[in-house]
């Protein structure tokens, strides 16, 4: 179902409520649905907006007097000339239930001020980086893959991804297959990033959830790999709020500790992150 979506030609919004005001009106430029549970979009960026890359912002639709914001990680790098977002389709949740169904030349709002926990500069230095994703939990290290930053500050990432299904792997797959001829980045990400997937319910080579692989030391011995460490590792949490728990307490027995921009540490958790 790898369908990009066809421009409309009425130039027609949702509903046609007015713009709420302190929010930017974006067009969306293209829409691709990878399963019925799982799609992507992007929008014109605000020449204003300056973003780190892992940070979220709030975005909507005009199509209620009091329209619903929610939170979407950004999933291009901060340098994009547009915005990208991976986003859940769920057929009666107040925002995306309408918000799947948006086609190019639709208008998409979005409040100013992004924010996030999941940026590099709530990290102290280390060697390796690990980013701990289940489903759209991957866009924001879809933006932090694509930001030089990132590789100027560890010399190897470790990317994660867990789905239900496989087929919910292929937008972390195209990612990292990507990185290599990107013509910004494509030279610094050679031989430096690795993507780990996993399935819980299809049956897959790496069958489960990502504590069980790391706890029971498959997910080492899969990758070759030496254990996770706070002396040389960072760890960046984003997915399902039981996941982020569950990796939270994991990392945290083995010594990492939360950070923040106001204090870096060895752990960052996205808790704004839905779906």
């Not at 009666?92 to 590099?120: C, E, F, N, Y």
């Not at 897959?204 to 706890?215: D, E, N, W, Y």
Request: charged share 25%; with cysteine; hydrophobic share 40%.
């Amino acid at each position: 179902m790898n369908t990009a979506a066809t421009p409309r030609t009425d130039g027609a919004e949702p509903l046609g409520f007015p713009i709420p005001a302190n929010v930017h009106a974006e067009k969306v430029i293209s829409v691709r649905h990878y399963t019925d549970r799982l799609f992507s979009f992007r929008i014109t960026r605000p020449q204003s907006l300056r973003f780190r890359s892992g940070e979220f912002v709030m975005i909507g639709l005009p199509n209620a007097e009091k329209p619903i914001f929610r939170a979407y990680s950004v999933a291009s790098p901060a340098w994009d000339d547009e915005l990208e977002f991976f986003s859940i389709k769920v057929p009666d949740g107040p925002l995306t239930q309408h918000l799947q169904k948006v086609q190019p030349g639709d208008t998409v709002i979005m409040r100013q001020k992004p924010t996030g926990t999941l940026v590099l500069d709530a990290l102290t230095p280390a060697r390796r980086l690990f980013m701990i994703s289940t489903g759209t939990g991957i866009a924001p290290f879809a933006s932090l893959l694509r930001d030089p930053d990132t590789y100027e500050k560890f010399e190897r990432v470790v990317l994660t991804h867990t789905c239900r299904d496989k087929a919910e792997l292929v937008y972390g797959q195209e990612l990292v297959a990507g990185l290599q001829t990107d013509p910004l980045i494509g030279e610094l990400t050679h031989g430096r990033v690795t993507l780990y997937n996993s399935t819980t319910r299809e049956d897959s080579p790496r069958m489960g959830r990502i504590t069980a692989l790391i706890g029971s030391g498959k997910f080492y011995a899969d990758l070759g790999l030496e254990k996770l460490d706070p002396e040389t590792d960072r760890v960046m949490i984003c997915g399902s709020m039981h996941m982020l728990k569950d990796v939270k307490e994991l990392v945290e027995t083995m010594g990492f500790r939360e950070g923040s921009l106001s204090q870096p540490a060895s752990v960052v958790v996205e808790r704004a992150f839905v779906g």
